[in-house]
């Protein structure tokens, strides 16, 4: 049995078109939406969508995308053998989900198809490494990330097939229910980098994590974060702090360069801060 879990916070709208467009896909037998303890009365909305295949329930507080979807994976852990995490802004054909699903075998951990734009062009990156210590100096500066790519698979890795990946975006996969860690999202991590940390556990529990390059969804990307952080100033420096909490949780670094890392994120900051003005402004 397939579910699915879908997060919403103070966006109905698109979670009511998402649940309109997979509740009569025969693949998933069971959805649950989590309404992130929305300050609108989304909740009262999505309970009318409720029947025995749909179910909605609201988390105490707005603890964050892995939080909410930590709510929705244990609904569901003991109730399904594999668990779609979608983000209600994402669009597919009922044909990838069961790729997605056939494409499991006792080594693999998730499995995700090709991101695409509205445009249907790639979304970048399409997968990346485990960040290193030293890709948190190069990523966090736009210049440096923008120079070096650092995590980025070469080009013509991701070219057709299936391929082993470290991480995936974390806008729609599937993921077994039976090496679910007792909670899979990171709760320090309030948005973004979620995916790192997910790529990282299954990576050091010699576990695959596959990408279907010839199966793909559209993400109408940020549609959801957009409406509750409407500035990319605001949204990169939640990613910066997201980041340096992968790091923290992740490794075991010495106080030092912990230090280190934590006086380069506030100095890198004016960098992103700068460059970001220049060009929303």
Not at 58 to 71: A, D, F, L, T
Not at 139 to 151: Q, T
Not at 252 to 278: A, D, H
Request: a neutral charge; glycine letters at 4%.
């Amino acid at each position: 049995m397939i579910g699915c879990v879908v997060l919403n916070y103070n966006d109905a709208k698109t979670t009511a078109v998402f649940l309109k467009e997979i509740q009569f896909m025969n693949s998933i037998d069971k959805i649950v939406v989590v309404d992130n303890c929305s300050t609108d009365n989304s909740y009262v909305q999505l309970k009318e969508f409720e029947n025995e295949k749909i179910h909605v329930v609201q988390s105490e507080k707005n603890g964050g995308y892995g939080y909410g979807n930590n709510i929705g994976i244990d609904y569901l852990k003991n109730l399904v053998d594999y668990i779609i995490i979608a983000n209600p802004d994402v669009v597919f054909e009922e044909s990838v989900v069961l790729k997605m699903k056939d494409a499991f075998d006792e080594n693999t951990a998730i499995v995700a198809p090709l991101t695409l734009q509205p445009d249907k062009k790639r979304q970048l990156p399409e997968a990346w490494k485990v960040p290193t210590v030293k890709d948190y100096f190069l990523f966090s500066s736009k210049i440096l990330n923008k120079k070096y790519r650092p995590m980025w698979y070469a080009k013509e890795y991701l070219q057709n097939g299936i391929v082993n990946v470290d991480c995936v975006q974390g806008s729609f996969f599937m993921i077994r229910t039976d090496i679910l860690p007792n909670k899979l999202y990171d709760e320090n991590i309030f948005l973004f980098f979620e995916e790192s940390c997910i790529g990282k556990y299954f990576k050091d529990k010699g576990m695959t994590t596959k990408l279907l390059i010839d199966e793909s969804y559209i993400h109408n990307h940020s549609v959801s974060i957009n409406k509750s952080f409407n500035s990319e100033v605001k949204k990169r420096k939640i990613t910066l702090d997201s980041f340096y909490a992968y790091y923290k949780d992740y490794y075991k670094l010495n106080p030092l360069l912990l230090w280190l890392m934590r006086v380069y994120k506030k100095l890198i900051y004016i960098e992103n801060y700068i460059i970001l003005k220049m060009l929303y402004n």
